[in-house]
């Protein structure tokens, strides 16, 4: 970017509600946008040729063959429009000398989300409104339980695990948190402790090598018998045969998960009437103890805003100072 030049972003997997944000923006800053519903891949990297700065969905994966595409025609730096930066090969980019960003966003939605998926865990509102759709309007066989009478152990307190923790205080229940640096006011305890005290789990801790897995085979044998699961952070944080196997021979109460494993490809498209190309996932729905929502704990307008303003922000800091700092 030169003198009064507008920056030019190319914009991959950007949706209708995005490019609408995208456009406002480049009505008041200096960007030039170009806009496309295709996902960053190898095969379109051209469209990104002239600029320096590229912005990229979570939804996607960015492996090599896509960064050194992109490097080819001059790309420099890749903001994704998301908190995770585990669907880019990071290690890749910094090898071909180029930086990757990610964005902040408001917590408050994926914090909304998770209590609204605690609650649906503990008073079986899956099959209760499954029920309701046929018309069957009886009660469930067993009964629901408080979330005033039970501990909730929260594995990452970070800025949306923090605002859990905020929106669990007000229920009246126990909480335990874990995390390597505690950050908020609770109760903390070693993970092993918050497995076995917990009758539900909820993850929120980023996803990388150390934490993959998080939860194995032999941490999920760990939590107490009948205790929930929630997830809504990546679905690699969970060794998700381990968890079926547990969910399946009843040991555990159920789960409730905004991300699976695996579900690149699978989420985010319509499979009606086709396969669902995961046996994992449909073990998992078949499990009438278990809500499964396609990664939408995000997937608000503030969100939007905020990832879009995040990584325009970002890619002009890139173009002013040649940093992402």
Known sequence: MTGDEPARIAVYGCGPDEAGAFRALAARLPVAPVLTEAPVSA????????????????????????????????????????AGLDHVDVACAEALGMRVGNVEYAP????DFTVMLVLMALRDARSAVLRADVHDYRPAPERGRELRDLTVGVV????????????????????????RRPKVDAEYAGLDRLLEESDVVTL?????EGTRHLLDRRRIGRMRPGAVLVNTGRGALVDTEAL??????????????????????VFYADHRGGSVGSDALV???????????????????????????????????????????
């Open 244 to 265: 079926l196997e547990a969910l399946e021979a009843g040991r555990l109460g159920g789960a409730a998960l905004d991300v699976v494993e695996g579900e690149e490809g």
């Open 283 to 325: 073990r998992l729905q078949k499990l009438p103890n278990v809500v499964v929502t396609p990664h939408t704990a995000y997937y608000t307008d503030r969100a939007l805003r905020d990832t879009v303003a995040g990584s325009v922000a970002a890619c002009l800091r890139y173009e002013e100072r040649g940093q992402d700092g």
């Open 43 to 82: 095969a379109n990297a051209a469209m990104a040729a002239g600029a320096r700065c590229v912005s990229v969905g979570h939804r996607t994966l960015v492996p090599e063959a896509t960064l050194l595409a992109l490097k080819a025609v001059g790309v420099e730096y890749v903001s994704t429009r998301s």
């Open 204 to 208: 929120h801790t980023p996803l990388n």
């Open 156 to 179: 990452g307190t970070g800025r949306i695990g923090g605002a859990v923790v905020d929106r669990l205080r007000g229920f009246g229940c126990r909480v335990l948190a874990y995390d």
């Open 108 to 111: 408050d939605g994926v914090a």
